[in-house]
C-alpha cells in the first residue's frame, strides 16, 4: 500500500491550495484518512481527521473523501505563514492481510508567504 500527496507549493498569505492523496495497493478498505503538518524542530501535529480538526485550522480548512478513488482531499483557504509546513498524508488501510495498518505519505511542501 502507498499514499501519494500532492498539490504542496508557494502560496501568498490568503491564499488557497488543495491537496490531494491517493492510496493504491493492495487496499481492503480504508478505516481512515487525514492530514498531518510538521516544521522542522517540531512534532508532527494533526490537521484534520474525519471530522476533527487542529483549532488553528478551524473555519479555514476542509476535509474531504473520494472513497470511489481511495483519495482524501485537503482543501485549505485564507492561509497564514504559520501554515508553512510539510503536510503528510495519514491512513489506517486493511490491506489483503486483513490487518489494519497505519501508512505514511512521503509528504508535500506547502510554503505561505506573508
Known amino acids: 500500500v502507498q499514499l501519494q500527496a500532492s498539490g504542496g507549493g508557494l502560496v501568498q498569505a490568503g491564499g488557497s491550495l488543495r491537496l490531494s492523496c491517493v492510496a493504491s495497493?493492495?487496499?481492503?478498505?480504508?478505516?481512515?484518512m487525514g492530514w498531518y503538518r510538521q516544521v522542522p524542530g517540531k512534532q508532527r501535529e494533526l490537521v484534520a481527521v474525519?471530522?476533527n480538526y487542529a483549532d488553528s485550522v478551524k473555519g479555514r480548512f476542509t476535509i474531504s473523501r473520494d472513497n470511489a478513488k481511495d483519495t482524501v482531499y485537503l482543501q485549505m483557504n485564507s492561509l497564514k505563514p504559520e501554515d508553512t509546513a510539510v503536510y503528510y498524508c495519514?491512513?489506517?488501510?486493511?490491506?489483503?492481510?486483513?490487518?489494519?495498518?497505519?501508512?505514511w505519505g512521503e509528504g508535500t511542501q506547502v510554503t505561505v508567504s506573508s
Open positions: 495497493g493492495s487496499i481492503l478498505r480504508i478505516e481512515l
Open positions: 495519514n491512513a489506517v488501510i486493511t490491506d489483503s492481510g486483513g490487518y489494519p495498518r497505519n501508512y
Open positions: 474525519g471530522t
